[in-house]
């Protein structure tokens, strides 16, 4: 997926100043740039044309700030809010006042009004002159317009009618006031709310803010914070301590909580030569261990990086609400102009209410929640997905992974545990000692689950050989020389001889010289994850290149239902390919020889202890490889964050659908459209963090 590097953006105050800065850099030819509104990022691949000193500069051109570092938050929008209120609470009472009252005085309520006023061109106004620059305009443009034709439409009204008694129809000071009190008492609601869509991301990282026990060479101790952490340390810790990093224990032993990457609340114990996982808890125990994989190389470090990069793929979903907020404020301001022009010269409506319909137009308008839809409920649910060790590398992922009809698992390591045991080997005694060391020199050069379970079942009796020649078809088997003569390892299609009792035929020189018989047990609480797939309608199939027999065992005891055994690589793809043409499909593998299939699914899962390439090749990586109950978490997760998504897009549009035409005809008064327009985003926002807690799984 490459190696992303970010750029921490300030000033940024809705979604519409994200795609601005995009559209932007765009113009200047700097493409494949992503801003992210909720992480307040600027995420891109280093380039030649893309680096980080021209992307800040251009940043920095349209208004916004850009640094390498993190920006830390100085809390101005709650500044300015706090400060606002102080001024419009008694701008605002002087609605419930008599009329002799020296708050109906025009010019008290004038310098009442101008700090409000200047705090929301300070704030508003920078925003909306940046996303104007930008060809983007944003929320501020409509929210500066109402406040500024209030503003000074009051102090026009003054003077025109100073010392009358007519001059009370023409104060909005308090409009003006409070429209920009209201809007930054949301804003900082929002802020606060998109806090929490990010906090999975924050939370991951703060575990590796850990200090870690360090025993030196003189075995003295020295606590050392987790960057200071070096390959080969050799590291102290105690019951009720998190693992440092990444690394394998050389004495003692413990139970362990690794319910953050494997959804098990079980602990597990480990002991001498098992390795450990940075971020994961010993519950009891204590142990030493080594250092072996630290800083961003660890799982962890892994996990935090996929799910930002994850939040880069925008769902199909989201393309409606992109392209109705990228033109809303322009038709916002022509419905605000014809609804002022239609209600005075057409119905004969008073120019002070006409004015405050145009202005009650422009303040309950709110493309931010359609901005916001998507993107919080993708973060909400990836965040969700990455702490119960399930990666989904993007919002589009979790889209069609939510729309699948069709589930494909591949049989050997992933229905099954993928360990295997030699049950028999059928050969002459005598030979007995060099087809062991025969099996152990060939399968050792290869990747598939069959042959590693074999090399780790004749280490302590066989040596290697001197082999050479050595090649391997994948799926099938694999050939070397040794002495002068030819051997030839693998599946009844590799050597073309077929006896249905055993899995894998050895032959010397074209002659058969032993078989072996292998097994390995299925996964934990398999009949039970596939039946509930079955019950929320998914066809389940298994595509394996084990012997039809074998599979379709496996598939009845399971309830599977379709099954084809005995395929080859191309035939898996040609399958999937079947598949797709009947409806999205998902594909769950762990193999080399799955990779195609995986990446031809629509959705390819794969498993945490998968080869690279597998993982590379999958959208959804489940860490917990013990059972498979994370493919039906994630397919839920999936599903109910598509519906959040469809939910926030919904009460979006509808609220502007509704609102628009309500303040156009005179039934709501400006301030109250901007109570309104403040919460819009709020509630779009809530509906999103309904999935931190939203109970989806039985």
Known sequence: ??????????????????????????????????????????????????????????????????????????????????????????????????????????????????????????????????????????????????????????????????????????????????????????????????????????????????????????????????????????????????????????????????????????????????????????????IKMEAQKVGKDTVLSHIIKLVKQAQNNKPNIQRLGDKVSSIFVPVVLIISLLTFVISHYLFDISISDAVMRSIAVLVISCPCAMGLATPTAVMVGLGRAAKMGILIKGGDTLEKFAKIKHIVFDKTGTLTSGEFKIDEINCEKSQKSTIVNLLYSLEIHSSHPIAKSIIKSLENEAYLLDISDIKEIKGMGIEAKWKGDSYKLGSEKFVNHFDENYQLFLFKNDSLIATIKCSDEQKENLSDTIQNLKNVGLTTTILSGDKQKKCEELGQSIGIDKVYGEQLPYEKLEKIEQLNKEGLSAMVGDGINDAPALAKAHVGISLGGSTEVAIESAQIVVLNTSNLKQIEQAYKISQHTLLTIKQNLFWAFSYNIVAIPIAALGFLNPMWGALFMAFSDVIVIGNSLRLKKKKIFK
């Open 1 to 286: 997926m490459g190696n992303y590097k970010n750029i921490h953006i300030s000033g940024m105050t809705c979604a519409n100043c994200a795609k601005g800065i995009e559209k932007h850099l765009n113009s200047k030819g700097i493409k494949d740039v992503i801003i992210d509104f909720p992480n307040s990022e600027a995420r891109f691949i280093e380039s030649e044309y893309n680096n980080t000193e021209i992307i800040i500069k251009e940043i920095e051109s349209i208004g916004y700030k850009g640094k390498e570092e993190e920006i830390e938050e100085d809390n101005l929008v709650e500044k300015l809010f706090a400060i606002s209120l102080v001024f419009t609470i008694p701008l605002f009472s002087h609605m419930f006042l008599n009329e002799g009252h020296f708050l109906q005085n025009p010019i008290v309520q004038f310098f009442l009004a101008i700090p409000v006023y200047l705090i929301g061109c300070y704030y508003f106004g920078r925003s909306a002159w940046n996303s104007i620059k930008t060809g983007v305009p944003n929320m501020d443009v409509l929210i500066i317009m109402g406040t500024t034709a209030a503003f000074f439409y009051s102090i026009v009204g003054s003077i025109a009618f100073h010392g009358t008694a007519e001059a009370h129809n023409y104060l909005f000071f308090e409009t003006a006031a409070t429209i920009i009190t209201l809007v930054l008492l949301g804003n900082v609601l929002e802020h606060r709310s998109v806090k929490q869509t990010t906090s999975a991301i924050k939370e991951l990282s703060a575990i590796q803010n850990l200090t870690a026990k360090k025993e030196n060479k003189d075995e003295t101790i020295q606590n050392i914070p987790f960057k200071d952490i070096s390959p080969n340390d050799i590291l102290l810790v105690n019951s009720g301590d998190k693992i440092p990093t990444d690394g394998i224990i050389i004495s003692g032993e413990g139970y362990f909580d690794e319910s953050m990457f494997t959804g098990e609340s079980e602990s597990i114990l480990k002991s001498n030569a098992e390795h450990v996982i940075g971020g994961t808890i010993l519950i009891d125990g204590n």
